[in-house]
């Protein structure tokens, strides 16, 4: 008896791939906005969260954002010195590279600095990520957790056991230690306990100019306080230095 095609079983998890027309219009747009836009900034992303991520761009409408297929924009923008449409925009594909993404604009550095600088949303960490604080689990019973959740626990490394329906610890946990990488437990727990150490950040990078072609490297205000303080320190042990010449002169003499 032929099988029915009623029968056929389709995953709803199946989408379509988006194939060389989404590519090409892709690039179609990104070259557009290159004419359209003063100023092209190179943004790391960390720790992406999509509603966030929906929030600046609602609240950046006059600009456009650009977040993954790297080769893609790479090719928009123009690989080689060969290939771009404007002086040095090959720079710009070169730093397109893991979790990078393009912003479009025409406000001015100050504007996009110190609003990406103080946009930080906190998010649960991922392995590899840098403990923000020692986390410590005292023995006892872990009423946060349900009974279900026990043998997830244990195969996490927690030392525990069911205690009338409640996961108990049978001993003192150290979770994590601050400035040390976790491990994929260690970050699962600390989901688990509900603690948000990582950021959700832009971080602008690099700043390519349309009016004359450069590009170059941004400095955060952070990189700017150290600059700064390491001017002075220099400024402060140069003059000690006269100091002591001058001194060392008059003694000579």
Same mark, same amino acid.
């Given at each position: 008896?032929?099988?029915?095609?009623?029968?056929?079983?389709?995953?709803?998890?199946?989408?379509?791939?988006?194939?060389?027309?989404?590519?090409?219009?892709l690039?179609?747009?990104?070259?557009?906005?290159?004419?359209?836009?003063?100023?092209?900034?190179?943004?790391?992303?960390?720790?992406?969260?999509?509603?966030?991520?929906?929030?600046?761009?609602?609240?950046?409408?006059h600009?456009? +954002?650009?977040?993954?297929?790297?080769?893609?924009?790479?090719?928009?923008?123009?690989?080689?010195?060969?290939?771009?449409?404007?002086?040095?925009?090959h720079?710009?594909?070169?730093?397109?590279?893991?979790?990078?993404?393009?912003l479009?604009?025409?406000?001015?550095?100050?504007?996009?600095?110190?609003?990406?600088?103080?946009?930080?949303?906190?998010?649960?960490?991922?392995?590899?990520?840098?403990?923000?604080?020692?986390?410590?689990?005292?023995?006892?019973?872990?009423?946060?957790?349900?009974?279900?959740?026990?043998?997830?626990?244990?195969?996490?490394?927690?030392?525990?056991?069911?205690?009338?329906?409640?996961?108990?610890?049978?001993?003192?946990h150290?979770?994590?230690?601050?400035?040390?990488?976790?491990?994929?437990?260690?970050?699962?727990?600390?989901?688990?306990?509900?603690?948000?150490?990582?950021f959700?950040?832009?971080?602008?990078?690099?700043?390519?100019?349309?009016?004359?072609?450069? +590009?170059?490297?941004?400095?955060?205000?952070s990189?700017?306080?150290?600059?700064?303080?390491?001017?002075a320190?220099?400024?402060?042990?140069?003059?000690?230095?006269s100091e002591?010449?001058?001194?060392?002169?008059?003694?000579?003499?």
């Open positions: 008896m032929p099988k029915s095609k009623r029968d056929k079983k389709i995953s709803l998890t199946r989408t379509k791939k988006k194939g060389l027309e989404f590519k090409q219009n690039v179609e747009e990104i070259r557009s906005c290159i004419a359209s836009y003063a100023r092209i900034f190179v943004f790391s992303a960390d720790h992406v969260k999509t509603n966030k991520l929906k929030d600046m761009r609602l609240e950046w409408g600009s456009r +954002f650009f977040l993954g297929k790297n080769k893609v924009m790479a090719l928009a923008l123009g690989r080689t010195p060969e290939e771009e449409i404007y002086d040095n925009l720079k710009v594909s070169q730093k397109l590279v893991g979790q990078r993404g393009l479009f604009t025409n406000s001015s550095e100050e504007e996009v600095l110190d609003y990406f600088e103080n946009k930080r949303y906190p998010v649960h960490p991922h392995a590899g990520d840098l403990a923000g604080e020692t986390v410590e689990l005292k023995q006892g019973l872990l009423e946060q957790f349900s009974h279900s959740l026990e043998p997830h626990l244990r195969k996490l490394g927690l030392p525990t056991r069911l205690q009338r329906g409640i996961p108990e610890l049978l001993r003192d150290t979770v994590c230690v601050k400035g040390k990488p976790l491990t994929p437990a260690q970050a699962s727990i600390l989901k688990l306990l509900g603690k948000e150490m990582s959700f950040h832009l971080g602008m990078q690099w700043c390519w100019r349309r009016l004359d072609g450069s +590009f170059e490297k941004l400095l955060t205000r990189d700017q306080s150290n600059t700064a303080r390491e001017e320190s220099e400024e402060e042990n140069a003059e000690m230095k002591d010449d001058s001194e060392s002169e008059e003694e000579n003499k």
